[in-house]
């Protein structure tokens, strides 16, 4: 068997012990003159880089629902001002008609008035023109029966005051 072999597992090597704890040491010294420093800056770079990521995204997330709240609110104003708006239509078209109602109230009420003078002007005509007619048959009426005794002008005179007496 070999003598390597045959060693076991628990037996310490003083002189392989030696040179691995040489080895460890020599590496520990280089990792920490030319690595750790890099390895602690990038590790302070990344956990200061996530800090702001989060205090980024905290304030975002801030300035979103400061947004929201603002967009909601002018929601409600803009709401409000339709509805107003609404109303003041609805109470100018209520205006309007009711002023359209008056005017055609005006405008029929007019009309009447007018109807109401022309039939009591036409009235007034279709009486004087009864009187004339009257007076003039109730003149040739009585110069048939006077046989003319009197002239035209002076019966018709007499029939015109006899008509405006019975007035």
Do not use: C
């Not at 702001?52 to 002018?74: G, P």
């Not at 002023?99 to 405008?107: G, L, Q, S, T």
């Not at 004339?132 to 019966?155: G, M, Q, T, Y």
């Amino acid at each position: 068997m070999n003598p390597v072999f045959a060693q076991g597992l628990l037996d310490v090597d003083f002189g392989l012990f030696f040179w691995v704890l040489i080895t460890f040491l020599l590496f520990l010294f280089l990792l920490s003159k030319f690595a750790w420093k890099p390895i602690l800056n990038a590790l302070g770079e990344r956990e200061k880089s996530i800090r702001e990521s989060l205090e980024a995204a905290e304030k975002a997330k801030s300035e979103a629902q400061d947004i929201s709240l603002k967009n909601e609110k002018v929601m409600k104003e803009a709401e409000a001002l339709s509805q107003k708006i609404r109303k003041e239509a609805q109470e100018e078209a209520e205006a309007i008609r009711a002023d359209r109602v008056e005017k055609a109230k005006e405008e029929a009420d007019k009309l009447l008035h007018q109807a109401r003078n022309t039939i009591e002007q036409e009235k007034k005509q279709a009486l004087i023109e009864l009187r004339k007619e009257v007076s003039r048959l109730a003149v040739e009426a009585a110069s048939r029966i006077l046989d003319e005794e009197l002239d035209e002008k002076r019966n018709k005179k007499i029939v015109d005051r006899y008509i405006d007496e019975l007035n």
